[in-house]
């Protein structure tokens, strides 16, 4: 069994920071992609950004140059920095690692961004 713990979300002012992290822990071998997907109240889950296990990331039209996705293979975690953070931001934010052939997913962090 692989589970996977958010942190780091919580309600910001426009324009602010916050890091989220994501833990795994279980049986796990070899991470190949690890991630974060988002979810904004009666819309669809989107993807913000992936980060391979050479470290190459990818990014949503939306968070670029405003969100960087990085990773510590040695703790399994992945992060991701959020600054100049928008309302339009606001979601619960999962993470998602891809091990062994299966994606795990966490049960998401709420983050709140007020206007």
């Known amino acids: 069994q692989v589970q996977l713990v958010e942190s780091g979300g919580g309600l910001v002012q426009a324009g602010g920071s916050l890091r989220l992290s994501c833990a795994a822990s279980?049986?796990?071998?070899?991470?190949?992609?690890m991630g974060w997907y988002r979810q904004a109240p009666g819309k669809q889950r989107e993807l913000v950004a992936t980060?391979?296990?050479?470290?190459?990331?990818m990014y949503a039209d939306s968070v670029k140059s405003r969100f960087t996705i990085s990773r510590d293979n040695a703790k399994n975690t992945v992060y991701v920095q959020m600054n100049s953070l928008e309302p339009e931001d606001t979601a619960v934010y999962y993470c998602?690692?891809?091990?062994?052939?299966?994606?795990?997913w966490g049960k998401g962090t709420l983050v709140t961004v007020s206007s």
């Open positions: 980060i391979t296990s050479g470290g190459n990331t």
């Open positions: 998602y690692m891809i091990t062994g052939g299966l994606v795990y």
């Open positions: 279980g049986s796990i071998f070899s991470i190949n992609d």
